[in-house]
C-alpha cells in the first residue's frame, strides 16, 4: 500500500467503503476529520 494517499482517492475509498459497511456517525471510532489516512489505507485493504 502507499503509505501517501491522495485526498480525493482516499475519500472515494472512505465513500465506497462506508457504503459497504452500515456505519453510522455514532459508531463511527473517530470523527471523520481525525482519521490517519495510513490507518484508513490499512483498514481499506
Known amino acids: 500500500l502507499l503509505a ?3 485526498t480525493k482517492v482516499m475519500e472515494d475509498n472512505l ?3 462506508w457504503q ?3 456505519i453510522t456517525l455514532y459508531e463511527m ?3 471523520i476529520e ?3 489516512p495510513e490507518l484508513i489505507a ?3 485493504a
Open 4 to 6: 501517501v494517499m491522495n
Open 20 to 22: 459497504q459497511q452500515p
Open 15 to 17: 465513500a465506497v467503503y
Open 29 to 31: 471510532p473517530y470523527p
Open 42 to 44: 490499512a483498514q481499506l
Open 34 to 36: 481525525r482519521l490517519d
